[in-house]
């Protein structure tokens, strides 16, 4: 029996997670205090994901970049690419919050969108 | 001179959420002064998320979680004057503002809300003589110039203290593509959340190492390279631990300290614990009518406690603004001794007291397995047992009134930790 310890990332609360593996198999989790954290330990030791953030160039705005995120969390292992295509986006003020930026990102099904809102110059 | 029932002094989470707070209570004539371009504070330089999950039952990035407040504030047609620096504030709330298109002018405010938020401690943390080559910067610099200006301050990067700004900053320069060396952090604890020590540095492989300081900057014009070392239990450096990193940028993150020139100027009490104004039950500091919320209060790491603690700082302020809130005493004192640094608020006058009170304070070095209790006079009412506790993390007991009115004659609260 293996046995992971994780800090849930839930929530700023941080609980200290108690993960006992048989290989793949998830045989108990313990020391979350609500469920996310019980999902967190499960996906974090079978397939491990992020959310995340940065900021694309913006064209004709009142500010130079628009902060984004990932809409929802991408497979650990994508980050850097995700990261390459933010980094290739360029968007057109005006930007409004959950705008998409950039669609399906790295094919994960996920979009990036905006999370502030930028006023044309 | 202008009149206002209330003037908010700051214009990010603090701010808002007690504007909004005094309006829901029914206050009219409400004025938000900030001194820079928008609102929203320092949130908006906050791109990465992790915000609001208490509040809004969803993870929201910075500027998201700002513009929830925004668009209540927007809404309520609530009046906010940006690009306008505070200037002064007298013992009996006349405001002195400035801003290029107004000049010099002055409010006379029927109550005045602090929300002026907080700045990083200054550069002595860097404790080493001599000359400073440029590369060097404060993480909450870098994280405007990366996250607002687009621009990236380095390549290869080492991070002097532990803090959340510095923790955040490491991985947003890693994704960037700069390679972060090495965090070194003075305490044997870091002072910034696990869950950010969990995200922003080991899903990278980037070294933390405890109880390391700075000992040497090379450079000429340009930072060349940093050596750190390890100290031993009194800060001292140690010979022989030195280790030297090639490097253009230095990060400095030594935690935040609130900004409370106007506060001290005005004449309101400090704590020189926390460096914010020492409050009462209502938020309500030594000045009758001013009151004090979010991180120029005491630094917090969740806004969503920042947002909690406004709302109550608001709807105290609408309260004392129609005359509702009874004379400022003080019968019980809140003393936090044994490993509680010190508590927000410090007193409570029970008359003025709601339901239920959050004592909010923290711990001076790492627990585990230990209680948090809480006596009144010299009885034990709480006795909470926690897993962990951290001086980065904010920690929290809730008083009801019920209990308090039950002891009449009650005159010291005390919160300690204790091993058993
Ligand atoms: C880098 C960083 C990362 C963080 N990460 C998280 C996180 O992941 N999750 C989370 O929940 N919380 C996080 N926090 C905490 C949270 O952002 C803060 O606690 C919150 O923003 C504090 O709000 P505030 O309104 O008290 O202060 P601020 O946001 O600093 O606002 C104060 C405002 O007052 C204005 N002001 C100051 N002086 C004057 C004056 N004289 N005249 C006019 N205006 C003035 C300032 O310009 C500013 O806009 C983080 C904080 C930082 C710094
Ligand atoms: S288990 Fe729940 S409460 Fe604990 S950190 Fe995770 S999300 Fe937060």
């Known amino acids: 029996m293996e046995k992971r310890e994780l800090t849930c990332i839930g929530c700023p609360m941080g609980c ?46 009142d500010k130079p970049r628009v902060s984004v ?39 994960t099904g996920v979009d990036v969108v905006a999370t502030r809102n930028i006023e044309a110059d | 001179m202008l009149n206002y029932d209330i003037v908010i002094v700051g214009g990010g989470p603090a701010g808002l959420a007690a504007a909004v707070a005094a309006r829901d209570a029914g206050i009219d004539k409400i004025l938000i002064l900030e001194r820079d371009k928008e609102l929203g504070g320092i949130l908006n330089q906050c791109i990465h998320n992790g915000f609001g999950l ?25 009046e906010y004057r940006l690009n306008t620096m505070v200037m002064d504030i007298s013992a009996d709330r006349v405001v002195t503002a400035m801003s290029r298109e107004d000049g010099m002018y002055q409010i006379q405010a029927g109550a005045v809300i602090l929300a002026m ?56 320069m890693t994704l960037e593509g700069a390679k972060v060396k090495v965090v070194a952090e003075l305490m044997p604890y870091s002072g910034g959340l696990k869950r950010n020590i969990v995200q922003c540095l080991d899903d990278f492989g980037i070294p933390l190492k405890l109880s390391h300081t700075v000992v040497d900057i090379e450079g000429k014009d340009h930072l060349t390279a940093v050596t750190i ?30 900004e409370n020139e106007l506060s001290r100027n005005a004449g309101v009490e400090m704590s020189p614990i926390t460096s914010g104004p020492i409050v009462n039950e209502s938020l309500e500091t030594n000045i009758p009518g ?25 709807e105290n302020a609408a309260k004392y603004v129609k005359g509702q809130l009874s004379d400022a005493k003080s019968d019980i004192e809140i003393t936090a001794t044994d490993g509680a640094r010190y508590t927000v608020p410090s007193t409570i006058n029970i008359d003025r007291m709601d339901d239920k009170l959050t004592l909010r304070f923290r711990v001076g070095a790492v627990y585990k397995d230990s209680f948090v209790s809480v006596y009144f006079d010299d009885e034990r009412v709480m006795h909470n047992k926690k897993r962990i506790m951290a001086p980065g993390e904010m920690e929290q007991v809730i008083l009801l009134k019920n209990k308090l009115t039950e002891k009449p004659g009650l005159k010291k609260i005390t919160v300690k930790i204790e091993s058993e």
């Open chain 1, 16 to 61: 200290q997670i108690t993960v006992e593996l048989e290989g793949q198999d998830v045989k108990s989790i313990t020391g979350n205090t609500c469920k996310i954290g019980e999902n967190y330990a499960r996906n974090e030791v079978t397939h491990p994901e992020r959310t995340v953030t940065s900021t694309a160039v913006v064209l004709g705005g």
């Open chain 1, 69 to 107: 995120k990932t809409k929802a969390n991408i497979p650990k292992d994508k980050i850097a690419d995700v990261m390459k295509e933010i980094d290739a986006a360029v968007v057109n003020a005006p930007i409004r919050i959950g705008d998409i930026v950039v669609k399906n990102v790295c094919g």
């Open chain 2, 54 to 78: 208490h509040t809004f039952k969803e993870e929201l990035t910075g500027p998201e979680y700002a513009y929830r407040f925004i668009e209540k504030v927007l809404e309520a047609k609530i």
């Open chain 2, 117 to 172: 938020g907080c700045r990083e401690r200054p550069r002595g943390a860097l404790n080493i003589p001599g000359f400073r080559p440029a590369g060097i910067f404060s993480a909450g610099t870098a994280q405007r110039l990366v996250n607002i200006e687009g621009y990236m301050p380095g390549r290869e990067v080492v991070i002097l203290g532990s803090g959340d700004i510095g923790l955040i900053m490491a991985r947003r």
């Open chain 2, 229 to 258: 070392a390890a100290v031993d239990e009194k800060s001292k450096p140690i010979p022989g631990t030195e280790e030297r990193y090639t490097c253009d940028t230095l990060l400095l993150s030594c935690g935040l300290i609130p």
């Open chain 2, 290 to 314: 001013v009151f004090a919320c979010g991180n120029v209060l005491h630094v917090h790491d969740l806004v969503d406690y920042v947002s909690e603690e406004a709302a109550r700082a608001g």
